[in-house]
């Protein structure tokens, strides 16, 4: 694979929630979403696995995202990924790499999808996972962060893994 392709994508259905402080799972227009909201550090986790022609690089996350009735304001997202890897990770208890963020502002249009890419460097970033390897991605909207400043849930359509 080379620098740019789609290693993995993810839907609101592919959500694993975590067991408290969970985005909610709900439609708009028939297209289902994860609800974040505004007061309340909320997380979403996808399971799959690293495909094999993943070359070594860094990982870009992409979330595609909406907002439920905003039309201005900024999200604070945080990103974390968690290496399955053969005999290693013991799955009785987390053990998600330190987070990364990103901060993507609310579209004009309310409904209208915006795109925030969330950055990891090859190694401790992305809890130094490999090709072949299962792992998790943890997203969470880090809702008390001062630069959150959207009121409202923001809607999680979408999530793409793209090797950078």
């Known amino acids: 694979m080379a620098s740019g ?3 993995c994508v993810f839907t609101a259905l592919h ?3 975590p067991a408290s402080a969970y985005a909610t799972l709900d439609l708009r227009n028939q297209h289902p979403h994860l609800e974040f909201d505004d007061s309340t550090d909320e997380s979403a986790v996808f399971r799959s696995v690293l495909p094999a022609a993943y070359a070594g690089g860094g990982l870009t996350v992409t979330l595609i995202w909406a907002s439920t009735s905003q039309t201005s304001g900024n999200v604070v ?13 013991d799955t009785d208890a987390d053990s998600f790499a330190s987070a990364q963020a990103a901060t993507g502002a609310c579209a004009g249009t309310n409904g209208a999808l915006q ?8 190694g401790a970033q992305m809890d130094s996972l490999a090709a072949g390897e299962m792992f998790r ?3 969470t909207r880090d809702a008390d962060n001062g630069s959150d400043t959207m ?4 809607e999680l359509v979408g999530v793409a893994v793209k090797e950078t």
Do not use: H, M
């Open 77 to 89: 997202w945080n990103a974390q990924v968690e290496r399955l890897e053969d005999e290693g990770t």
């Open 5 to 7: 392709e789609t290693l």
């Open 137 to 139: 991605l943890k997203v």
């Open 151 to 154: 009121s409202g849930d923001a």
């Open 15 to 17: 959500n694993e929630p």
């Open 115 to 122: 795109y925030t890419d969330i950055t990891f460097t090859s």
